[in-house]
């Protein structure tokens, strides 16, 4: 069975970093392009960066040169690293997983649980 689990969460104050993990098991995690969203109160989720399972990237325009993804395959987690951060970057972070293509159009299959990020001075 598919287990993501997002750790690393909490509160901020503007301009702050937060590192989020995704631990993941159950599948061939290599295998899989995986990506972090987040959805704020009251919008709709969006995707916020994906990694392929070549390494290549990609990222929302609101976090390119903010945010980084990348992932340890030999630890089977993934991570985000978010630096210079802002008060609309305030979100539940959710780590997902499936094949490209599902990642992009926002339905992969797998997901976690959620993580809070809260920016705020």
């Known amino acids: 069975q598919v287990q993501l689990v997002e750790s690393g969460g909490g509160s901020v104050k503007p301009g702050g970093s937060l590192r989020l993990s995704c631990a993941a098991s159950?599948?061939?995690?290599?295998?899989?392009?995986m990506g972090w969203f987040r959805q704020a109160p009251g919008k709709e989720r969006e995707g916020v960066a994906l990694?392929?399972?070549?390494?290549?990237?990609s990222y929302a325009d609101s976090v390119k040169g903010r945010f980084t993804i990348s992932k340890d395959n030999a630890k089977n987690t993934l991570y985000l690293q978010m630096n210079s951060l802002k008060p609309e970057d305030t979100a539940v972070y959710y780590c997902?997983?499936?094949?490209?293509?599902?990642?992009?159009?926002?339905?992969?299959?797998?997901w976690g649980q959620g993580t809070q990020v809260t920016v705020s001075s």
């Open positions: 997902a997983a499936d094949q490209r293509a599902r990642v992009l159009a926002g339905t992969p299959k797998y």
């Open positions: 159950g599948y061939t995690y290599s295998s899989y392009c």
């Open positions: 990694i392929d399972s070549d390494g290549s990237t």
